[in-house]
């Protein structure tokens, strides 16, 4: 069992449509979770980083953790064509030296 | 306040040449990691280094593979002798903290010819 699994899409939606973006992870230990986004051939931009069981909200992104059923989503309100773009999970914890293990991302498309 | 960088961004190499990859973090931060990212694959962690001191090299290659963070001057990751397996991008992140927010770079893409 993979330790941090993500679908990878691609998922397309219409401009002004909410995403879902979501994860599972299978180590009870991971406490710390972040969203990244990543356009092409670019590094990855933090987006929302949580180390707590339920919501965090910023501007349009929601992040959301449930640790008891190891599950996390990240929410996009009123998405736009510029939020198009791989959206990848990570975790850490104690035990890994703060080391980020990533699911492989899901690629969003939202068409104007 | 200038983000992580890293030089060069794109990075030539003949098979059986060095790849020197720099890395200069956020300032402020002692915390420095490197990343792998292959084409189609998510980003695996390669080393976690502070001032002088590597934390945690296990997804770091046995062989050909070293990193360092000196006292002054950016962190480097050195391949040895590439192959063409090691076309990937490679990157940088910096935090203030073992457990803290990652901050990455733009990334240095490594083809071997």
């Known amino acids: 069992q993979k330790e941090v699994e993500q679908d990878p899409g691609p998922l397309s939606v219409p401009e002004g449509a909410i995403v879902s973006l979501n994860c599972t992870y299978s180590?009870?230990?991971?406490?710390?979770f972040m969203w990244y986004r990543q356009y092409s051939r670019k590094g990855p931009e933090l987006l929302m980083y949580?180390?707590?069981?339920g919501n965090k909200e910023d501007g349009r992104f929601t992040a959301q953790v449930d640790k008891s059923s190891k599950y996390i989503s990240l929410f996009i309100r009123d998405s736009q064509p510029s939020d198009s773009a791989t959206y990848l999970c990570?975790?850490?914890?104690?035990?890994?030296?703060?080391?980020?293990?990533f699911g492989k991302g899901t690629k969003l498309s939202v068409k104007p | 306040n200038a983000g992580v960088m890293q030089n060069p961004r794109h990075l030539v190499r003949r098979r059986g040449q060095e790849a020197r990859l720099r890395c200069s973090p956020m300032k402020g931060h002692s915390h420095v990691y490197w990343y792998r990212q292959l084409p189609e694959e998510g980003l695996k962690f390669m080393v976690y280094l502070q001032k002088e001191n590597i934390i945690d090299e296990s997804g770091m290659p046995k062989e050909r593979f070293s990193a360092e963070f000196p006292k002054e001057g950016p962190s480097i990751l050195r391949i040895q002798q590439v192959v063409r397996g090691d076309s990937a991008a490679y990157f940088c992140?910096?935090?203030?903290?073992?457990?803290?927010?990652?901050?990455f770079g733009p990334g240095t893409r490594l083809t071997v010819t």
């Open positions: 949580t180390y707590s069981s």
């Open positions: 990570a975790t850490t914890g104690r035990g890994s030296q703060g080391n980020l293990i």
């Open positions: 180590n009870s230990a991971f406490q710390y």
């Open positions: 992140a910096s935090s203030p903290g073992q457990l803290n927010e990652q901050y």
